[in-house]
């Protein structure tokens, strides 16, 4: 997916939340926004995708304020958030292969970019697990697992990722011959999950856990591990959460590909042709 107009704003919007969760010194703060302007300035160009510029940007500025990984206080509170979350609704709800999808997309609602309010979430979550999918390609993802010998899931979030791991251990109870891979970001970047929080919520137990080789959102054309491009070019199934992984892969077409998103900003929605807000399973 190219750049659209809005992601600039969006980028910038980001940016500032990277410079104050990073200093309390008023001045390094304004140096630091110059200086994501400046670097947008220099290297936008209209080919550009966003994400991959966009962890450009937040990578530069994580180097100029000392600071690798500002998010490392939200994310923890995301995980605790989701990882309860999850354990309430699997009491409530009968999980099977469509509710745990959908509840893999509704938990992208945890996230610092668009904001969320932590004593609603729950009610807003089960409400989603009622709508119907705008886009809804469920049955051909299942049908391709039902097929496959290999998946590589690529994760997004920090919290999002419980209600990812409720998913694959469905997946893994109805498809158990299924060789799961499950990628994460090599380091950190905004509030995405890393291979470390993967293991630390126990993944492993799912299938194997790799890491993309980069700390780029989504999956960038450079800078992948040879174990990751190696994984991503055999398998059968990919299953790519949310929209930096839409961002970076929707270009090439890869019928392999399914993702699983809410169209929560109106780039996404434009490109997916959906109104904003809506909750796909789509291929691209």
Known sequence: MKVHYECLSCIVNQSQKVVELSTEDVEKRKAAMIKAAKFLGEHFDYNAIPAILGSQVFLMLYD??????????YKTRSNLLAKSLVE???KKLDIELESALKLSIAGNVIDFAVGYNPEKI????MKMVDEELYVDKSMELFESLKKAKTLLYLTDNCGEVYFDRLFLETIKDEFPELKIYIAAKEGPIINDATVKDLLRADFDELGEVISTGSRIVGVPPQGLSPTFLRVFREVD????????NFETLSEFGDKRVFYLLKAKCPPIAR???VPRGAMVCTRH
């Open 237 to 244: 199934v990919i299953i790519a959460k949310g929209q930096g």
């Open 64 to 73: 100029y304020l000392g600071n690798n990984d500002p998010f490392e206080g």
């Open 271 to 273: 490109e997916l042709e």
């Open 88 to 90: 309430d609704l699997k």
């Open 122 to 125: 729950e009610e807003d979550i």
